[in-house]
């Protein structure tokens, strides 16, 4: 009892605080990418819509010839997206605040940090390496497309020309060029240097100087910083991103962290349910049991009581039979009495 | 505590395979669970 | 009820087999050309639309139509309401042959369909909501089909093997509870992943227990309709005792399916008030969210507990088809109105014809084999020899 009441008090506060912080596993702490997981800052201002990053991917990844060349301009009239024979297009914007002067932009996978395909594939076809590419395993590929569903940026395409052997054709970041050293096939191609590979955290540091320096050139935003958890691609750009093309409503939260929370109850019920059901079957199969006796019983004891009733009318019906019958005995023996005294009585006289 | 994770998926994906294997395991294991109770009740009938 | 005498009755040029075989024919057409020319050969899917009228009906819907199989299990097994017995057998069949179909629609819907048992034996991947799904059908099918099959060895005689099925009957409705309860809610999960696509009213953190409660509702109402289906067509076939609670399981039914709309109208209602979303009731698909919620919720909600306090069967059995028809509503506006909702007209997906074709045709082959399976096997009536136990 030799503690004092005012550090009792304080380790106590200190003890209650301690439980109010969240352990590091149980609110899924923060991860660090591996240190060397490289990307691509795309410098949207410097892009003249050449279309040789095009190009070089097609070639890079012997993807069929296209429809129409890559020097014809009259492509860049409609808006393109990534398609089973293109892992990558340069689209072309007219935008409002400069007017005149269109504004070109390359879209291709944008290989997040926590990738959404890879979340969503139940074959795991998906892999975030270590030097930053997204890839896609075609060998174990089923074919469901729910990747395309969960791709925030709609990049996945699939081949549905192909009958028994379609793939999603998706940019690899050139991946295997990169593990020999060599840089993506667009970054080389680019005549403008509007692409800069390197690692994600130096492109980061390169795009922040850029926008610091020349603040009336760019818009104060890395697009990729954040968005759905971070992306290895990154942009930036002189208007507005939604005016190039950019969703800017996809938020920062990651996309395995959006179905997490419901995977995490599924073994709870897997767990739960069957005792809860098994107990609820025992219950009422208890419950029924117990009603059926206490209705056994009751339909016995009346009966019983039915029958005991009917046995006690019987004796006392019995019983007034014999006392009637008694009565009557003795009114016609009184009778007999009365009338041989009134004929002895008659004869006597 | 990241434990050589680098990135949430690669977490999720190694305690949620383990969690499904634990899963099946205990539905495997209340089956015996019933029986044993089940047993016992017959007896009793 | 002997073959022979229903082989008489039913000719084999009947309206019903020339509609069928028609369906089939084409059917099998359509195959041959999926699997020569490719998904693009005959659907409208595209690289902004993955997924089409395959799955937001045939499995979407096939799933949650299926329901009935072990919402009537739970309430005769578990619960112990025995006055629904009647109503058990073709429920379990009708769930069978549900999530058989759909099986067969999703092996014309995935790229390679030889690869679905690749996720369990292979490569899993734990991280997705779609191997959760694929794990808990696989598994619940196989219950199904154990739960069905004490019928087909019925018909057969063979008494022993019947015998250890049966007694399986308590542990794999546990499961059968469990499982649906699991992959039901985790249909819903699969939306989660995508909260830039599919339109803020249909979209909630709930979506799992959405889709939960309501393939309850479902269940129930598609045992009621089925019921009044398999009236019209097979009353030859039923016994006394199904003749006899019919009424009973449609005003018990519908008496609970009451409260499950009325839980999901109220959850559906939170879901909205969780996002603030109520400014958005004034849009154009904020109108489209009340004609499912009023028109196809609510008021069949109503028209049940009308229907069960006035005790009437008839309006009952329509009310079950409008929540079915609600149900299928809800499942396509989630997985092809409501998604993508974002993309410019121009780009949005509309079904090929082939596709509601192939799922024609799936159907078909599912009302072929009930019928077959309904003539033949004690599923209206109880087998003679085996009139003791179920």
């Given at each position: 009892m030799s503690i004092s009441r005012r550090r009792f008090l304080k380790s106590m506060t200190a003890f209650g605080v301690a439980m109010t912080v969240p352990k590091a596993g149980g609110a899924y702490g923060s991860f660090a990418s591996h240190p060397d997981s490289c990307g691509v800052l795309h410098d949207?201002?410097?892009?003249?819509?050449?279309r040789l990053c095009e190009k070089a991917c097609n070639e890079v990844n012997d993807l069929p010839a296209p429809e129409r060349p890559f020097d014809d301009e009259s492509v860049l009239e409609k808006r393109r997206r990534s398609d089973d024979k293109s892992f990558t297009v340069v689209n072309r914007y007219q935008v409002d605040s400069r007017p005149g002067s269109p504004i070109f932009r390359k879209l291709q996978?944008?290989?997040?940090?926590?990738p959404a395909c890879a979340s969503s594939c139940f074959v795991a076809a998906y892999a975030k390496t270590p030097e930053g590419a997204v890839v896609y395993d075609p060998s174990v590929c089923v074919g469901c497309r729910y990747c395309m569903i969960a791709c925030p940026f709609d990049v996945p395409a699939y081949?549905?020309?192909?009958?028994l052997e379609p793939k999603i054709m998706k940019c690899t970041l050139c991946h295997p060029r990169l593990l020999e050293g060599k840089l993506p096939g667009c970054v080389e191609a680019c005549p403008q240097e509007s692409l800069l590979f390197g690692r994600r955290e130096d492109l980061i540091a390169v795009a922040r100087e850029r926008i610091h320096r020349h603040p009336d050139r760019y818009v104060d935003h890395i697009y990729g910083e954040h968005e759905v958890g971070g992306t290895n691609w990154l942009y930036i750009s002189g208007v507005p991103f939604e005016e190039v093309g950019f969703r800017t409503d996809l938020g920062t939260t990651p996309a395995p962290k959006l179905t997490s929370g419901a995977l995490s109850v599924v073994p709870v019920i897997a767990g739960v349910w069957p005792a809860l059901l098994g107990g609820i079957y025992l219950m009422t199969r208890t419950k029924e049991k117990t009603s059926a006796r206490e209705k056994a019983t009751a339909v016995r004891e009346a009966i019983d009581a039915t029958q005991a009733a009917a046995d006690e009318a019987r004796k006392k019906a019995a019983e007034k039979a014999k006392a009637d019958q008694e009565k009557a005995v003795q009114a016609a023996v009184k009778k007999a009495l009365d009338q041989a005294a009134k004929e002895s009585a008659k004869e006597g006289s | 505590m990241s434990e050589g994770f680098h990135s949430l998926q690669e977490f999720l994906h190694h305690t949620k395979g383990v969690l499904y294997l634990l899963s099946v395991a205990y539905l495997i294991g209340f089956v015996f669970f019933w029986r044993y109770l089940h047993d016992r009740e017959r007896e009793d009938d | 009820m002997s073959e022979p005498a229903s082989a008489f009755e039913r000719p084999l040029l009947s309206p019903f087999n020339v509609v069928a075989g028609i369906i089939v024919l084409v059917g099998l057409w359509i195959t041959y050309l999926r699997f020569t020319g490719g998904l693009g050969a005959v659907t409208n899917l595209d690289q902004n639309n993955a997924w089409g009228f395959w799955i937001g009906f045939d499995l979407l819907c096939g799933v949650a139509l299926a329901a009935g199989g072990y919402t009537t299990a739970a309430a005769v097994?578990?619960?112990?309401?025995?006055?629904?017995?009647?109503a058990l057998r073709p429920a379990l069949l009708t769930g069978f042959l549900g999530y058989s179909l759909v099986v067969i629609a999703l092996t014309y819907d995935v790229?390679?369909?030889?690869?679905?048992?690749y996720p369990f034996v292979l490569s899993p991947g734990p991280t997705s909501v779609l191997f959760e799904v694929g794990a808990c059908v696989l598994l619940y099918l196989i219950v199904l089909f154990l739960e069905f099959s004490p019928m087909a060895l019925e018909w057969l005689g063979e008494r022993r093997l019947r015998r250890i099925l049966v007694r399986l009957t308590l542990l794999l409705t546990i499961f059968g509870i469990t499982l649906s309860t699991l992959h039901q809610s985790s249909l819903g999960a699969l939306f989660l992943i995508a909260p830039s696509k599919l339109h803020p009213l249909w979209y909630s953190s709930y979506l799992p227990v959405f889709f939960f409660v309501s393939s309850v509702a479902a269940g129930l109402s598609m045992v009621i309709f089925e019921g009044t289906l398999a009236r019209r067509s097979f009353s030859d076939k039923m016994d006394d005792e199904h003749k006899g609670t019919a009424d009973a399981v449609v005003l018990g039914f519908g008496k609970a399916a009451a409260f499950v709309l009325a839980a999901y109208f109220a959850i559906k209602v939170f879901g909205v008030a969780l996002d603030d979303n109520w400014g958005l009731l004034g849009t154009g698909y904020g109108l489209w969210f009340l004609v499912e919620m009023i028109g196809f919720v609510l008021l069949p909600c109503f028209l049940y507990l009308v229907g069960t306090r006035d005790r009437n069967v008839k309006l009952i059995r329509w009310t079950a088809f409008l929540t079915v028809l609600g149900i299928v509503l809800n499942r396509l506006n989630i997985?092809?109105?409501?998604?993508?909702?974002?993309?410019p007209a121009q780009d949005r997906y509309v079904p090929h014809w082939m596709e509601i074709g192939l799922s024609v045709f799936v159907v078909t082959l599912g009302v072929v084999a009930y019928r077959f399976i309904v003539t033949r096997m004690p599923v209206f009536y109880e087998h003679p020899d085996f009139s003791e136990g179920h």
């Open positions: 949207i201002t410097l892009c003249i819509g050449c996978c944008n290989h997040c940090r926590e081949e549905y020309d192909e009958a | - | 097994e578990i619960f112990g309401m025995k006055k629904f017995h009647a790229g390679r369909p030889w690869r679905l048992p997985c092809l109105i409501c998604f993508n909702w974002q993309l």
